[in-house]
């Protein structure tokens, strides 16, 4: 490369990656149930990964397919893959067989590689449509599904990893939650992925030396966070599936200072019996996202775990786009803790009518993003790109108010605002007017086709622990906040939210049980 700004071409993820482990050998890079890596070992492994793949017959640009849980193996891999020039796309661990083979065909995915501690099963199913698409399975360690890595790796000669990659190469891409119809992928380079690890260090408060508890898939948010905890020497403690007595053994036990969680995590942690004798004080920052949290939580967070909670606000298409940071947790300042934080440095955000124009502070539009960690497009989909990107900014499709003070508040995703009787209805405000009532822990609100009102409010409500509320004491509640038009029509009860493979509450699956029986959840 010449000319001017060539010298500003930038790292690689994976020269990221390596740096970190060069620098901290003997430091513990990953830690599980089934033993631990150093930052040595891990780099030695991912060395050898990069020579598997190679013998496989991978080449610059193919895409490696990734299907596992929280395991340092299946990490390498994918770092060996991005290393190695090549690109990669985590299937979602709770995705429905249809979806994956989706991902598989549209990523165009050369290698599909499967956790077969976990996944096995799994494997199994998608075998037959993995073998239409000419795609090779393989396993992370022995079993009866594939040939694998820890075999074809233990043949490798020992060699240093390389970074084989630039900064425009493509690395990952990522596909959305399909709450809202087929999952699309959104792309990115090793630039756009860069800019998300510098901007985690930058805006989300981690400790100098994290020890980070990776509980929710690093296929997904989690996973951004393992750099960002490498470049600082920290250690990556990893754990497949949320059971709040031993999640929490583990934070006492390792002396964790940081962790991401989802609200409905976070509210079973400070109720379960079994996590109550636990020592937690050793936590700093609680991230969590994908739902916003609401003032009871809260409040029995920050008495149980102190001032350490941190909100994070992104999507698939742009990642992270603002935080809300420990201070701004504040009680007696609810307005704040109703936003979703301020931009992380670098990041710049905007509301627009529907003809593109900016709107002052405290109007309702659609939230436009200028960031380096937006995605690159959408993959195979130009056309949809050029509707989502425009005027150099990228259309998150949330409307969104922002403050005077620059913090930004989510009103709702466009698509989930409801109209009834010709009114506009805000499913957040909603949720956040049902959530304020004492009783009540958790709260999904949406539209259900209605002859006379075209569509219906309708509430999905979790009650908290031995509460006895009714549905017409949180409808009179509501209307107290809210006025008639947004006051559900129907609210039915139940003992957790449905919730889809990258932890938001799956509204769609509400939708459908009223639709497949209007009658059963009446009050």
Not at 341 to 359: I, N
Not at 505 to 511: E, F, G, I, S
């Amino acid at each position: 490369m010449s000319g001017p700004g060539a010298h500003q071409s930038g790292a690689t993820m994976s020269g990221l990656t390596l740096a970190a482990l060069a620098r901290f050998q003997d430091r513990i890079a990953f830690s599980s149930g089934s033993g631990s890596l150093s930052y040595r070992q891990t780099a030695s492994l991912i060395g050898r990964y990069q020579y598997c793949f190679d013998r496989l017959g991978l080449t610059r640009g193919d895409v490696v397919a990734l299907l596992g849980g929280n395991r340092a193996e299946a990490w390498c891999a994918g770092a060996a893959a991005l290393a190695s020039g090549l690109a990669v796309t985590w299937l979602h661990p709770l995705g429905s067989v249809a979806d994956q083979l989706h991902q598989l065909q549209d990523s165009g995915a050369r290698l599909l590689v499967v956790d077969e501690t976990r996944f096995a099963a799994r494997g199994g199913e998608l075998g037959p449509g993995c073998a239409d698409l000419a795609i090779r399975q393989i396993t992370l360690g022995p079993s009866g599904l594939a040939p694998d890595l820890a075999t074809l790796a233990a043949d490798a000669p020992a060699a240093s990893p390389r970074d084989l990659a630039a900064p425009t190469d493509l690395a990952n891409i990522g596909y959305t939650g399909g709450t809202t119809g087929t999952p699309k992928g959104a792309f990115r380079t090793h630039r756009s992925n860069v800019a998300v690890a510098t901007q985690i260090l930058a805006g989300f408060e981690l400790p100098a030396v994290p020890k980070f508890l990776a509980v929710a898939p690093i296929s997904h948010a989690a996973g951004t966070k393992v750099v960002p905890t490498l470049i600082r020497g920290g250690t990556v403690h990893l754990v497949t599936g949320f059971d709040p007595g031993a999640v929490a053994a583990v934070i006492a036990r390792e002396r964790i200072d940081t962790t991401l969680l989802v609200p409905t995590m976070i509210h079973r942690l400070i109720d379960d019996p079994d996590a109550a004798g636990a020592d937690l004080s050793s936590l700093r920052l609680v991230l969590y996202g994908a739902a916003p949290i609401s003032p009871q939580l809260l409040d029995a967070g920050l008495g149980r775990l102190g001032p350490v909670f941190g909100q994070m606000f992104g999507q698939t298409e742009c990642y992270p786009i603002t935080m809300l940071r420990r201070d701004d947790h504040r009680p007696g300042d609810p307005d704040l803790l109703r936003s979703t934080g301020f931009p992380l440095p670098g990041t710049t955000v905007e509301v627009r009518d529907t003809a593109g124009s900016v709107l002052p502070a405290g109007e309702v539009g659609e939230l436009w993003v200028r960031s380096p960690a937006a995605m690159d497009g959408y993959w195979r989909r130009p056309e949809l790109t050029a509707e989502t990107i425009v005027d150099g900014h990228l259309r998150t499709g949330d409307l969104a108010r922002i403050d005077e003070r620059g913090y930004v508040h989510l009103v709702d995703r466009a698509s989930d605002m409801i109209i009834s009787g010709g009114f506009n209805v805000y499913p957040r405000a909603v949720e956040d007017a049902l959530t304020a009532h004492p009783q009540v822990g958790a709260a999904a609100v949406y539209g259900v086709p209605d002859p006379r009102w075209g569509e219906a409010v309708t509430a999905t409500v979790v009650r908290g622990p031995a509460a006895t509320v009714t549905a017409d004491e949180l409808r009179a509640h509501v209307r107290a906040l809210q006025g008639p038009v947004p006051t559900p029509r129907t609210i039915d009860f139940t003992d957790a939210l449905p919730l889809t493979a990258l932890g938001k509450v799956d509204k769609k699956a509400l939708r459908a049980r009223h639709t497949a029986s209007p009658d059963s959840a009446r009050p």
